[in-house]
């Protein structure tokens, strides 16, 4: 029996040395001095023993357990410094940089607009993207037969008795003058960033779903000369003053007369809004008095406006998400 507790201590000392972590440490000492260790059953059986033997192999199992002990807890400290040090952080090193994100370009051209035509006073209004076909249609001067319809292609979402109640995403941000209009009388001076929709074959220059920014300035004696000077100046801020501005005549159901904003762009002329004045028939369709007063309108297209800002060949480049893009921002 003394050989064995000999030999016990041995091996237990070797496996106390091998142990990698404080589990296996704790692992090791269970195994060896707990309750079903074969030093306890030892213990156990000394009573068994005559008096010289049991002195002899108590004392010896005694001793064997306390080894057993003081060793571990030698093990055991060394293992809680090992621990302590490996997680240890060196402040001085450089940290890593999180990612964050960033605005979009629409986002960027969006808010400069907003904040050149806030300073000529132009407050911000807002309207559903979801629009009834009454505000985006018969309203302005749009009637169910009108050919202007079919330009304006779009996606419906909900059929109802009439008009009033046919639900579509809207095609431009031109509800919200009569919105506006119904609710508010002149002078109005206001501005209306938002989505758009249209049921289009895309190409470079044509997207689905792209942004436009409404412009409605409603008083008594405005004229062309106050539309242009508006837009020249707005447009001049946000692209730069070397920019060549064309006003080209046009139509819309919706103001007369009617222009196209045209910018130069990579060797050809770019479109980048339509405008007018205000048609005497809108302002009669929403209770204004077309012999006091006189208005003019744009809807800027905000995608075509970043694309000439940053010379971006692709409209489409916009809403694939491609991060080698984005990024570039
Ligand atoms: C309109 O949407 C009129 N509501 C603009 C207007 C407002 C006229 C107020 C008069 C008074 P138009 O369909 O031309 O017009 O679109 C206006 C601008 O939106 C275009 O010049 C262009 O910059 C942009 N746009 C139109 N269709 C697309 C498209 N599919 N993809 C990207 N941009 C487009």
Redesign the pocket.
């Known amino acids: 029996m003394e050989a064995e507790i000999k030999q016990i201590v041995e091996s237990v000392k070797l496996s106390i040395a091998k142990a990698k972590d404080l589990a296996s440490l704790t692992e090791v000492v269970v195994k060896s001095t707990g309750r079903k260790s074969r030093l306890t059953e030892i213990l156990r059986s000394i009573s068994e023993l005559n008096p010289d033997e049991r002195r002899q192999v108590g004392f010896l199992a005694n001793e064997a357990k306390v080894e057993i002990e003081r060793l571990a807890g030698e093990k055991q400290t060394e293992l809680e410094i090992k621990r302590a040090e490996s997680m240890h952080r060196d402040v001085t090193l450089p940290g890593i940089k999180p990612a964050v994100g960033h605005l979009s370009p629409i986002t960027i051209v969006m808010r400069e607009l907003i904040k050149v035509l806030a300073e000529l006073g132009f407050e911000i209004a807002e309207g559903p993207e979801a629009e009834l076909e009454l505000y985006n249609f018969d309203l302005l001067n749009i009637p169910a037969e009108h050919p202007a319809r079919d330009?304006?292609d779009t996606f419906w979402l909900k059929q109802g008795s009439d008009s009033r109640h046919n639900v579509l995403l809207r095609?431009?941000?031109?509800p919200v003058?009569i919105r506006y209009m119904l609710d508010n009388k002149p002078p109005i001076r206001i501005i209306s960033p938002g989505r758009?929709f249209?049921y289009?074959a895309e190409d470079a220059?044509?997207?689905?779903v792209?942004s436009?920014m409404?412009g409605l300035m409603v008083d008594k004696n405005l004229s062309v000369a106050n539309l242009k000077a508006v837009i020249t100046y707005f447009v001049k801020r946000v692209l730069g003053d070397e920019k060549i501005v064309r006003f080209r005549p046009s139509f819309?159901p919706?103001?007369e007369p009617?222009f196209?904003v045209d910018v130069w762009f990579n060797g050809k002329w770019l479109?980048?809004?339509?405008?007018?004045m205000v048609s005497p028939q809108v302002l009669r369709n929403v209770g204004i008095d077309p012999k006091i007063y006189s208005g003019f309108?744009?809807?800027?297209?905000i995608?075509?406006l970043t694309m000439l800002k940053y010379n971006i060949s692709d409209?489409r480049l916009f809403l694939n998400g491609d991060p080698r893009f984005a990024n570039q921002f």
Do not use: D, P, Y
């Open positions: 330009e304006w095609t431009h941000t031109s003058q758009t249209r289009e220059t044509h997207a689905a792209f436009q409404e819309f919706f103001t009617s196209e479109e980048l809004m339509g405008c007018g309108a744009f809807g800027v297209g995608e075509r409209i």
